[in-house]
């Protein structure tokens, strides 16, 4: 079982697992990955018999090769949702300071206009930069359980 956590330092992190079942010869098996994604369904027990196949390491980078190309997908279908609703977001408050900007160029008094002007463009720059900063994405996969399964009739 894979944790994908997605962040960007602005909003709480997103956290998904990604089952990842591995058989014995070292093939994925994407239905029974699935099938653990889920594990109100499982019945389990702990066994303390369970010796590591030969081929374990080998088990290991299979599991994490089929984790990383599950995890990317989903780090890209999270990102291009995430930049569209920033984008939304920039253009939204673009709007806003548009609007204040022309409600503000009525005021008949020049430095007071052109002050509270040099304001809002200041405010306008930094909720900018701050979008700008919560564009970036930071994925981080980590392996968070192993598991061997034998399955009962």
């Known amino acids: 079982m894979y944790k994908l956590t997605l962040t960007n330092y602005h909003e709480p992190a997103k956290e998904y697992l990604i089952p990842c079942f591995i058989n014995?010869?070292?093939k994925f098996n994407h239905r029974l990955s699935q099938y653990f994604g889920d594990c109100s369904t499982i019945l389990a027990s702990d066994s303390a018999l369970f010796e590591f196949p030969d081929n374990f390491e080998e088990i290991l980078a299979e599991a994490a090769q089929a984790s990383h190309e599950k995890a990317e997908g989903i780090y890209y279908e999270f990102k291009t949702n995430w930049e569209i609703k920033l984008k939304e977001m920039q253009e939204r408050l673009e709007k806003y300071f548009q609007d204040k900007a022309d409600s503000l160029t009525?005021?008949?008094i020049d430095n007071i206009r052109e002050a509270k002007l040099k304001e809002i463009?200041?405010?306008?720059?930094?909720k900018l930069q701050e979008l700008s900063r919560s564009k970036q994405i930071l994925p981080?996969?980590?392996?968070?359980q192993i598991a061997y399964v034998e399955f009962s009739a």
């Open 121 to 126: 463009e200041k405010n306008k720059i930094l």
């Open 24 to 26: 014995l010869s070292g």
């Open 140 to 144: 981080s996969l980590s392996c968070e």
């Open 106 to 108: 009525k005021i008949a």
